[in-house]
């Protein structure tokens, strides 16, 4: 059945397409001349570093951002973030981890005190987890986005489900535009999943009240690892 | 709640404007969006290069659909994903049925284009339970409603009135914190997620080069649906294909400035078939359902084919003074505002849907705000002189062809003129045109004799 609708919808496309061909040739030399002439590029960021212009742009999203230079510093920044939501309803006693190695070695650095740690937890897991902490692939300064490829890290739910995700971006993965984070995950062989992240979750479906932390996490945190 | 028809437009539209809490929720929400949109494009040095480069790739799809359609295919089956093509609603929704007929739980994020089809009537005759998950969404599936707006479905229900829907319907404590109401549906579809067994989503872009399908969003409930249940499927109309994976960077920056004045939509998710590993995270399965339904006798003309570049954005709503008074419902179609008043009468054809059309003042507010350049006042003249010669009046008829020779002849436009100074003190003019409008007198002397004067 589905290829007999294959062809119907295929030769439909063509035949209505052959119907349009004396139409066209007015209709397009009305219309837009040459797209080539017209290069969508935005003005570039002169002063600022990358690191500068993400972080701004981090803070106007709502996520929260740290820049830290050594492990040590990581590893002292992840205390304090995780140690005050230990006193707020979010309790932050339940951690998952991807399985980014880096990450829990800088876990191990911390000297947190948590009821549960557990490595990339699996669906019917993850959903009683309080924190999320994860390493990124890559980030856009201009928009203040964070860049997931799940093949390269197990990271897809345990930066999604936690009402709370903590992440780890390394200085020189940041790219400036959307267009070269693009060009980035353009890849022969697609990765399965990328997720591009900017801020934490959002809605204003309820009276179009902006309200942080419906079905993603209601807080991100982003820790610029400068020392790469 | 029956959903209204598009063939009681007028009547539709009369109750809506005697609707004060409507009228309110509507004139806040779409200057909003209206001054967001504004402010995004403008903080963009070359909001009017994007726009017509949209425009430009997108016919370039367009005008090469049957060829992009079959490398999207081969290039997402290659990756694992199973497409199936569907002529109609009913086809898309039988083979939707027939997937998910063993699951327990369907979790579902916003999508027009299965608002087009009645997917959720079609799971729910089946036996299936299906569950939206975008708040706006679940609010009026909650209610039994239908979406107002094409971004922000609930827009016309207050905070009391959502408040009340879910003390009646989750028997929730009573509240009109919108921060706590948000709070008891994130709590109640956490449970439906986690024991969901199959996700539907829309799609808002195909890449044919990479077999791609991109979903963009801000609440994180189609992350959700696309990673959690061990089947994901995508309901994409065939329209929704572009070319090559770079020209998302266009798409990406148009699409959330004039939906919602974002510079980025929270979560833009890139998805390629299947994983590769059993042990990976995310779905088993990605089935694509690629519909049809009307839109392939859309290309027949270049002033129709512009209607499916259409990125669903609903900036034309917020534009449109129609829109701005009475609301999404009172069109009674899936699609509402400028481009509902395009799109539906020829998706579902002109007999029931005759009066949207003329749901316009012809202002242009529509062209000036669409990101891809959709030409929606040609669109509704061209429906209009579809319409007029089954629907129009004879005698109106009549009168405009009489006007149209008289004003193209300067001697009978003389004697006409004269006429009408004397005609109009012995006859009073056609109530049925004044009714709605002005009609100034005719002065005792024309320009032209002024002029020789």
Redesign the interface.
Known sequence: ??NE??Q???S???S??A??VP??KR??SL??AN?EN??????KQASASLVETFKA?LIT?GAHCVIAQTDADIASALTRIISALQKTPIRAQRIAISDAPQIEHLLHQTDLEIEELAI?P???DI?SFDVGITSTQAA?A????LVLD??RE?H??VS??PPVHIAIVDASKIYET??EA??F??KTE????????????????????L?I?????QELYVIINGST | MNPLSSETFGENAKAALADVQLRG?LK??TS??GERRKEAAEG???W???R??A???K?EAL?H??RY??EFVSNAEA??AQV????DAA?ANS?ICRLSKDARTIVKSKSMTTEETHLNHALEAAGVQVVE????EY?IQLAEETPSHII????H???RQ?ADLFTAELGTPATDD??Q??RI??TT??DR??AADVGISGVNFGVAE???IVIVE????I??T???PKMHIAVMG?EKVVPR??D???F??LLPRSA?GQ??????????????QPT???PEELHIV?L?NGR????????T?QSLACLRCGACLNACPVYQQIGGHAYGSVYPGPIGAVITPQLMGIEKTAQLPYASSLCGACREVCPVKIDIPRLLLHLRSEIAPRKGSTTERLAFKMWGRVMTSPMLYKLSSIAGRIVQRVIPISKAWTKGRDLRPIESKSFHELWND
């Open positions: 059945m589905t609708a294959r119907a919808i295929l439909s496309i063509r209505h397409l119907t349009s139409y066209d209709e397009l219309h837009h797209p017209n290069p969508a590029i935005l003005s742009n999203v990339a699996n669906a019917s959903f856009i201009e928009t203040g986005t799940s093949t197990r897809r739910l999604l489900v959307l267009g693009l060009a995950i353009h697609m990765s399965p999943a990328v997720t591009f992240v900017t801020g934490p979750s959002r809605t204003a479906d309820i009276e179009l009240t309200t932390g419906v079905h993603g996490p | 929720a806040y929400a909003l969006f963009l040095s070359n009017e290069g994007l017509t480069q425009r430009a790739i016919d005008l659909l049957d359609l079959e990756c694992g199936h093509w569907a002529r086809e083979i998950t975008d708040l706006g609010i922000a479905p609930a827009i229900k207050t905070r959502v919108i921060a109401l948000t549906a994130r579809l956490r997620f986690a990479t077999g791609t801000n609440e994180g409930n992350r959700l696309t990673s959690v065939i994976f770079a998302l960077d266009v990406l920056k919602t510079r980025s939509s929270t979560y833009q998710s890139f998805i390629t078939g299947v994983k590769r990976a995270e995310g690629l049809d392939s006798r859309l290309l027949a003309h270049p002033v084919r």
